[in-house]
T-cell receptor
Framework: AQSVSQHNHHVILSEAASLELGCNYS??????LFWYVQYPGQHLQLLLK??????LVKGIKGFEAEFIKSKFSFNLRKPSVQWSDTAEYFC????????????FGSGTRLQVQP | NAGVTQTPKFQVLKTGQSMTLQCAQD?????MSWYRQDPGMGLRLIHY???????DQGEVPNGYNVSRSTTEDFPLRLLSAAPSQTSVYFC??????????????FGEGSRLTVL
């Protein structure tokens, strides 16, 4: 079965530190990749997405992610985090065409200390 | 612009009780789905619908029923609640043009506790 792995379950950073959250998936075919963010008490919001083309995608609030097909990875990065980035981050994958269901990773809780 | 609206936001049930989680969207999205979120397990798909009158099972459908009588509404029913159904439930929708991209629009979630 296809799976999505997020290896960092809980990350604590100080403001201005750089962030990289790992995401690996296990599927060899066509994929669409997503990062969703859930701020405390709020619903999941789309942070960025990759469908095709440039493997380096930029999202909202200064986040970016790089799709490395050979490594089955889609890591999320931000050069300098802010306290307001404290949230839970979910990587998600849609495989193939026709199905719309997303397979989610287990999430990474990011805590940014002022 | 309300988007995806879920009610209730919080609910406590006793084992064996029944209840319905409501989900409504005002974006005329054809696709609607229910996920549950459990610690360390991410979000798992319960049921989904690709249009009014059409529903199908997802990854963890046991113990849940759904119906889709209108485009706007997609209620999730627990007929006999069990402690294992304690979770946070998210409703999500997407438009026809997102069929090949998979982008979802989420509600704010419903936290259910079964004692």
């Amino acid at each position: 079965a296809q799976s999505v792995s997020q290896h960092n379950h809980h990350v604590i950073l100080s403001e201005a530190a750089s962030l990289e959250l790992g995401c690996n998936y296990s599927y060899g075919g066509t994929v669409n990749l997503f990062w969703y963010v859930q701020y405390p008490g709020q619903h999941l919001q789309l942070l960025l997405k990759y469908f095709s083309g440039d493997p380096l995608v930029k999202g909202i609030k200064g986040f970016e992610a790089e799709f490395i097909k050979s490594k089955f990875s889609f890591n999320l990065r931000k050069p300098s985090v802010q306290w307001s980035d404290t949230a839970e981050y979910f990587c998600a994958v849609k495989i193939g065409t026709g199905r719309r269901a997303l397979t989610f990773g287990s999430g990474t809780r990011l805590q940014v200390q002022p | 612009n309300a988007g995806v609206t879920q009610t209730p936001k919080f609910q406590v049930l006793k084992t064996g009780q029944s209840m319905t989680l409501q989900c409504a969207q005002d974006m005329n999205h054809e696709y609607m789905s229910w996920y549950r979120q459990d610690p360390g397990m991410g979000l798992r798909l319960i049921h989904y619908s690709v249009g009014a009158g059409i529903t199908d099972q997802g990854e963890v459908p046991n113990g849940y029923n759904v119906s889709r009588s209108t485009t706007e509404d997609f209620p999730l029913r627990l007929l006999s609640a069990a402690p294992s159904q304690t979770s946070v439930y998210f409703c999500a929708s997407s438009p026809r043009q997102a069929a090949n991209t998979g982008e979802l629009f989420f509600g704010e979630g419903s936290r259910l506790t079964v004692l």
